[in-house]
């Protein structure tokens, strides 16, 4: 290249890490600030090599590929719509970066200039936001004193499993739990007590359940189950269990409390199901099964009508 001197001197005074391939990927300039970018000291450390010595071992043959086409179709990629992948440093250290290219042609012969930026501290900044905003997301759909799914995401998954039974006939059962004269315990031992035992309500529900079954704390002492994909059989099997474990862990403690489950069972795809109905043909189960002697569970289904 005639220009050598000339365009090297460029490349040194733009704000950029700058780097200029040749067809073969062969890296034919680079400044000092790509140089430091990459942990290296000095410019032949780089020049002459495959511009593979910036990239992990794992892209070499599709990045081969990508050169290929860069130069058949002559398309130029701007900072904003450029590439991002990993970097390789000389010490085997990835960074983030983001390039610029665009095609030259020097004496003749078609060359690739490559503006380089490194995007890590833009790449974690984005992972830390991701990571916070999904925090915030599962708090909010988390109740505080139990650290079950609270009401919001029990109707966000009853309207998911609505869909999948239109969609996929996938049957699923919901369960209303309520904990019949809860109210004394507040009385007798104080809210702090009345905590522990929703806490170890909680806890007792959730070691009965199916690792499949969402257990939520919907209200004061009111906790509901969704069994994806059970059958009446499979739902009543699970809850029987709950219901043998909480009266235990009751009687245990001498808790003056018993409970009240209502059970819906939803596998008609033909019926228009929501949530309203179902939750409503469930908690008219739970008070029969209050009215009827409490500590056992009642069977009801949504109504074609």
């Not at 039974?165 to 007590?193: M, P, S, W």
């Not at 235990?248 to 819906?264: D, I, N, R, Y």
């Not at 109905?277 to 500590?295: F, H």
């Amino acid at each position: 290249m005639k220009t050598h001197r000339t365009i090297a001197e460029l490349l040194e005074v733009i704000p950029d890490a700058a780097l200029i391939m040749n067809r073969s990927s062969e890296l034919v300039l680079v400044n000092s600030m790509l140089v430091s970018m990459f942990g290296y000291q000095q410019r032949r450390e780089l020049i002459g090599n495959k511009l593979d010595i910036l990239l992990p071992a794992a892209v070499h043959v599709m990045h081969e590929k990508h050169v290929a086409a860069f130069f058949s179709r002559a398309e130029n990629r701007p900072m904003g719509k450029g590439f991002e992948f990993l970097g390789r440093r000389k010490d085997e250290s990835m960074i983030h970066v983001e390039i610029m290219l665009s095609h030259v042609e020097f004496d003749g012969e078609p060359f690739a200039i490559a503006f380089v930026r490194d995007s890590t501290s833009n790449k974690l900044t984005e992972d830390k936001i991701r990571r916070e905003l999904e925090q915030e997301r599962v708090l909010a759909l988390t109740d505080h004193l139990t650290g079950l799914a609270n009401r919001r995401a029990f109707v966000e998954e009853l309207e998911r499993d609505i869909e999948l039974l239109r969609t996929q006939e996938r049957q699923f059962a919901v369960c209303f739990i309520d904990l019949d004269d809860f109210k004394i315990i507040n009385d007798t031992y104080g809210h702090e007590i009345g905590d522990e035992v929703l806490q170890q309500v909680a806890h007792v529900v959730k070691a009965g359940c199916r690792a499949s079954d969402l257990v939520a704390r919907v209200g004061g002492d009111e906790f509901a189950t969704i069994h994806a994909g059970a059958t009446l059989e499979d739902a009543m099997h699970v809850l029987e269990r709950v219901r043998k474990m909480l009266v235990q862990e009751f009687a245990e403690h001498h808790w003056p409390v018993t409970l009240s489950m209502g059970v819906c069972h939803c596998g008609d795809a033909n019926l228009s199901y929501d949530v309203a109905s179902i939750l409503r043909v469930a908690d008219k189960a739970m008070y029969e099964a209050k009215q009827q002697g409490k500590n056992q569970i009642k069977i009801a289904r949504v109504s074609a009508d």
